[in-house]
């Protein structure tokens, strides 16, 4: 049987499975996953742990969807229900297995991690918004995922990290465009 190369989905970038594991669950998840993977029958639980992985990949990748979510309460409380449901539906099938108990609770923790960021993000905007109007107009600071899209990039065209806000000059004298990093989301 040949190997898949990534078992995440929506995993369109350059990042390995290894690599998104490790971002958003960490290394002792890692480890468990690779000792798992002996013990595996038919991959159910895997996969749904790859999915919601996927999800939490996908939606901190794509700007436009966070600006959905960020705007729509019911859509984000039903994606992380989701996300909740289906580590849930492992915790079912585990059979007392002290390691997918605690991969479960790293990934519980990434999930809680993940739901609370749209707070987080919503009130750094907030504070972002009141402390640079003070600076500038209200419509020289932009949080939008097109703003953010467009200058993400340097010349290499790699989409690492995307800013968490693009502030454009009020005067032609001051014609620098400054983009400040988001804190710590991938």
């Not at 499975?17 to 029958?41: C, S």
């Not at 996969?47 to 939606?59: A, S, T």
Request: glycine share 2%; net charge positive.
């Amino acid at each position: 049987m040949t190997a898949r190369l990534r078992e995440i989905p929506y995993n369109y970038t350059s990042f390995s499975d290894r690599e998104i594991v490790l971002r958003i669950l960490g290394n002792e998840a890692w480890d468990i996953i690779n000792t798992l993977r002996e013990e595996r029958r038919t991959g159910r639980s895997a996969q749904m742990l790859y999915e919601v992985l996927g999800d939490i990949w996908v939606l901190t990748r794509n700007p436009y969807l966070q600006d959905d979510l960020l705007a729509n309460r019911k859509r984000r409380e039903a994606l992380i229900g989701a996300l909740h449901h289906r580590l849930n539906a492992i915790d079912a099938r585990r059979q007392d297995n002290l390691k997918v108990k605690r991969l479960l609770e790293l990934a519980r923790l990434a999930v809680d991690q993940f739901a609370n960021e749209f707070e987080q993000t919503l009130q750094l905007r907030k504070r972002a918004l009141r402390v640079l109007s003070r600076l500038t107009r209200r419509d020289n600071i932009q949080f939008d995922g097109l703003a953010r899209v467009s200058h993400v990039t340097d010349a290499t065209d790699w989409r690492v990290e995307y800013p968490f806000v693009v502030l454009h000059p009020t005067t032609r004298r001051k014609s620098r465009i400054w983009c400040a990093p988001a804190s710590n989301s991938s």
